[in-house]
């Protein structure tokens, strides 16, 4: 299994530009999350998903939109960049056994807004 | 925000024990606590989980206070390699709803 994977690696976007921040899982999670991180800090929760079809809004979602049309895929999409998004973004899956959950990361987009 | 709290930085001898602590006094009793690392700038990795008893796996053991109410990860012998990021969660909210993650406490492995 690939686990998780995010596409791309590194992006330099200008001010205005728009662009989608690949996310697949290939272990049939029903759960999935995009998180962001800014230097030095923790992560903070963008948007999640709890199934296909299904997505709710996490701590910071202002200027991302987010779909869950297939269970494998988490598509993070930033409609007009701004330089407070430069930040690396995780994508994550997981699923819960009943016994708690344990979740799975991507390794990670570095984004910068210029 | 989330419900833990953690000392910002612990510095650790290699080969020694890390006793990291975490603090969860508004934990319901129905809530596991999870650990979670993140070296350097790679995505956070899950380390180990508990209800109420006292859970060991190949990479750590959690120790969690009978009252539930704070916890401590313990990595027995730990190695250069352990030089990271750890994050103590509890969810903010009951049921199925995301993990949040705090500042956690960066861990120095030295020398």
């Given at each position: 299994?690939?686990?998780?994977?995010?596409?791309?690696?590194?992006?330099?976007?200008?001010?205005?530009?728009?662009?989608?921040?690949?996310?697949?899982?290939?272990?049939?999670?029903?759960?999935?999350?995009w998180?962001r991180?800014?230097?030095?800090?923790?992560?903070?929760l963008?948007?999640?998903?709890?199934?296909?079809?299904?997505?709710?809004?996490?701590?910071?979602?202002?200027?991302?939109?987010?779909?869950?049309s297939?269970?494998?895929?988490?598509?993070?999409?930033?409609?007009?960049?701004?330089?407070?998004?430069?930040?690396?973004?995780?994508?994550?899956?997981?699923?819960?056994?009943?016994g708690?959950?344990?979740?799975?990361?991507?390794?990670?987009?570095?984004?910068?807004?210029? | 925000?989330?419900?833990?709290t953690?000392?910002?930085?612990m510095?650790?001898?290699?080969?020694?024990?890390?006793?990291?602590?975490?603090?969860?006094?508004?934990?319901?009793?129905?809530?596991y606590?999870?650990?979670?690392?993140?070296?350097?700038?790679?995505?956070?990795?899950?380390?180990?989980?508990?209800?109420?008893?006292?859970?060991?796996?190949?990479?750590?053991?959690?120790?969690?206070?009978?009252?539930?109410k704070?916890?401590?990860?313990?990595?027995?012998?730990?190695?250069?390699?352990?030089?990271?990021?750890y994050?103590?969660?509890?969810?903010?909210?009951?049921g199925?709803?995301?993990?949040?993650?705090?500042?956690?406490?960066?861990?120095?492995?030295?020398?």
């Amino acid at each position: 299994n690939a686990g998780v994977t995010q596409t791309p690696k590194f992006r330099i976007l200008k001010i205005g530009q728009s662009m989608t921040l690949q996310c697949t899982q290939d272990m049939n999670h029903n759960y999935m999350y995009w998180y962001r991180q800014d230097p030095g800090m923790g992560l903070k929760l963008i948007y999640y998903s709890v199934g296909a079809g299904i997505t709710d809004k996490g701590e910071v979602p202002n200027g991302y939109n987010v779909s869950r049309s297939t269970t494998e895929d988490f598509p993070l999409r930033l409609e007009l960049a701004a330089p407070s998004q430069t930040s690396v973004y995780f994508c994550a899956s997981s699923y819960n056994t009943g016994g708690g959950e344990k979740l799975f990361f991507g390794s990670g987009t570095q984004l910068s807004v210029l | 925000d989330a419900k833990t709290t953690q000392p910002p930085s612990m510095d650790c001898a290699e080969g020694r024990a890390a006793n990291l602590p975490c603090n969860h006094s508004t934990i319901s009793g129905n809530e596991y606590v999870y650990w979670y690392r993140q070296i350097h700038s790679q995505g956070p990795q899950y380390i180990i989980h508990g209800l109420k008893n006292n859970e060991t796996n190949e990479m750590a053991s959690l120790i969690i206070t009978e009252d539930r109410k704070s916890s401590t990860l313990i990595l027995p012998h730990a190695t250069l390699r352990d030089t990271a990021v750890y994050y103590c969660i509890v969810r903010v909210q009951s049921g199925n709803t995301p993990l949040v993650f705090g500042k956690g406490t960066r861990l120095s492995v030295i020398a």
